[in-house]
């Protein structure tokens, strides 16, 4: 026994040599996303996603062997910091990726920012970090929240819509919902439902809109709120009569419970499973080949994000020592994104392409969001006129 | 047109107050004739739901789905009397509502490891489906008429099985009290079987009930579980009559004051922040009522007599 100790410190040295000799060569990239309770179905996607990007890159990102060590903020912004630290301080980890909520970007974003780590978010779009509190470490890969928002005002603008009942819930995200679709709509607005966070049965919102008669609808209710509204919405015999307009409320992770309900309900996105190109559609049979879901935004935001750092890590031949030319390189963007055309505005959030979608079902039974029209090219958001970023 | 209007929003009221019923029936029961809290009632709604989910993926017919669902959710609530509760009878209020208060997080837990995180649905049975229309333009969705009708014939049901049965009588004299019922002769134990799992299949109902309209979800128990509590502390606990009055009164209090109340502060505010004012008065409206009631009858509506 007093011979196996001085063997196993050996041991443990050599691992520690092994381990430190192998960081030259390696990337550590931490993801931390909502994996617990009801929303964790937008984490696992976004995880999933991310991490089938590193497999179809043959575990190298740029080169470089890829270490992925997933973090569960449990969508509380207190646990979110202390994970968020561990990564840092623990697992010394090149890249942070995630969150999918705001609030939860909202309280790691100084902590991985100040520790001059890069921060990508694959979801989460605040305008808090669009405008003059942009920062250099940070990236976003998705979109900024308002602007899911415009795509419905604007479509309802264009269509010829002219009553608008708007339906949200009572928080920060909801009056900006509600003021990212008035933005773009300017016909009449009948009334504005705030709902508390987290309701389940609309009857008497229902009853409302059924009794004010408008000729179109704009929810912004995400996750359990959505799936019950859309559901309760159909069986009330609205769906029929009024245009449903949403953002967040129907999509590829929500669409499982919804189905048929939420057939021809019409969304905004950046992209849709069905977008034409022959990297989208690989990843989309992969994604449910693996997973057996069909991928939402989640996905392949963080799928774009892995690109994004293969990218960089490319263009500085792995050192990541030098972060001046590795920010410089994730802002060229240099990647095929799947959603086809894709570049950083001085914000690091991004100029991209904006659609209506509606909801079909797949010659497989299963359910997903279509592209029925382009409503903005090269969109760029209102907010990065006042970075100073260049 | 105000007038339907109101007319189809006492409707709304009524479907959540019979849904609040099927919950708070077992809970008062439970709480008036064990003397027991048991905060896992809320899990045993979350869980009739979702046994119906998957006896209906099995079989693909609704009745039989729920009565399945029943019959699970009743031996689920027995096994779970005979593993936990029953050992906890005699024991301090605080020593249940952690234990209980374990039971949910244990099971919220575990109902996502064998479903999965993401919300699951339950179709409305065919005969069911469309809505009727109530006024013109007004629909008013079939099952949400089922709802109030089922839970209305339970209601009736429990009225005759307390006031006119063997077994009744007993339940009504354990809520006054339970020593001296035991000291008699009634085999209390299996007595407080009886009601907990009678209680449970209740909450098992409503859950099944409700799983067509809302998404079958991890936690699902937890909100209506407050509710539950504010309409048996209100109603009087132990007292069915008292949970089906207080029931009603919080369903059509809370879905007039979500739908009015906007309106109403409109009259003596500037529209924008009414909006604003308006659902955060009206999801306070409940408990202010229910601070009314305590203030005026600190028993509730209803008392079970002798306490």
Redesign the interface.
Known sequence: MTKLKPMLAVAAACGLLTSAAHAEDSLKIGVIATLSGPPAVLGTQLRNGFQLAVKDLGGKLGGLTTEIIVADDELKPDVAVTKVKALLDRDKVDFVVGPVFSNILGAIEKPVTEANVILISPNAGTSTFAGKDCNPNFFVTSYQNDQIHEVLGQYAQESGVKKVIIIVPNYQAGKDADAGFKHKFSGEVLDEIYVPLGQLDFSAELSRISAAKPDAVFAFLPGGMGVNFVKQFRQAGLADSITFLSAFTVDESTLPAQRDAALGMLAGSNWAPNLDNPQNKAFVDEYLKEYNAVPATYAFQSYDAALLIDSAVKAVKGNLGDKDALRAALKKADFKSLRGAFKFNNNHYPIQDFYLTKVAKRPDGLFETEIVKTVFTNYGDSYAQYCPMK | ?TG??FF??VL??L??GVLLFLIAAGLTLVFGVMDFINLAHGVQYMLGAYLAVAFYGLVGNFLLALILALAAALAFGLLLEFLVLRHLYGRDHLDQVIATFGIILFLNHAV?VVWG?????LP?PDAF???VQLAP?????V??LVIIGSGIAVATGLYVLVTYTRIGMLVRAGATNARMVSVLGVNIERLFTIVFGFGTMLAGFAGVM?AP???V????GT?ILILALVVIVIGGIGSIRGAFVAALLIGLVD??G??FSVDLLRVVMAPSPA??V???IA?MLIYVLMAIVLYLRPAGLFPARGR
């Open positions: 047109m339907t209007l189809i929003q709304n009221g479907q959540l996502r995180a993401a919300p699951l649905t409305v489906t469309g809505s333009g007004q629909l008013y969705p099952w949400r409700i309209i809302i998404s979800e991890p936690g699902m909100n879905t007039l979500r739908s909006r604003m308006g659902p955060a999801s």
